[in-house]
């Protein structure tokens, strides 16, 4: 069975930081690519970063330069990085992987930037 949860979103300033995880439970987590994702209000969700098995990593444009994912094979968790935020960064944030064909999501957690 898999599950993913969030975790660490809330009210950040523009320019300031926030850090999310994911923790993820199941036997997969060490042979699969893990995921952000991104939804506003109003718009679709939107991929946001990506990390593999062997830490290779892409980003959206928007992000890049400001966002770091990472993740711990060995704690089962994957990690998003944002700083410098911008307002535009307000979105729920979801925890995402694909394991063996099937996508998977967590809950979400809210991120709100604002001053």
């Known amino acids: 069975q898999v599950q993913l949860v969030e975790s660490g979103g809330g009210l950040g300033q523009p320019g300031g930081s926030l850090r999310l995880s994911c923790a993820a439970s199941g ?3 060490s ?3 893990m995921a952000w994702y991104r ?3 109003g718009k679709q969700r939107e991929w946001v970063a ?3 098995v062997g830490g290779s990593t892409l980003y959206r444009e928007s992000v890049k330069g400001r966002f770091t994912i990472s993740r711990d094979n060995a704690k ?3 990690y998003l990085q944002m700083n410098s935020l911008k307002p535009e960064d307000t979105a729920v944030y ?3 992987t694909n394991v063996r064909g099937n996508m998977y ?3 979400g957690t809210q991120v709100t930037v604002s001053s």
């Open 27 to 29: 036997s997969f987590f």
């Open 31 to 33: 042979s699969v690519f």
């Open 39 to 41: 939804q506003a209000p």
């Open 50 to 52: 990506q990390i593999t």
């Open 76 to 78: 089962n968790m994957v």
């Open 94 to 96: 979801y925890c995402n």
């Open 105 to 107: 999501w967590g809950q």
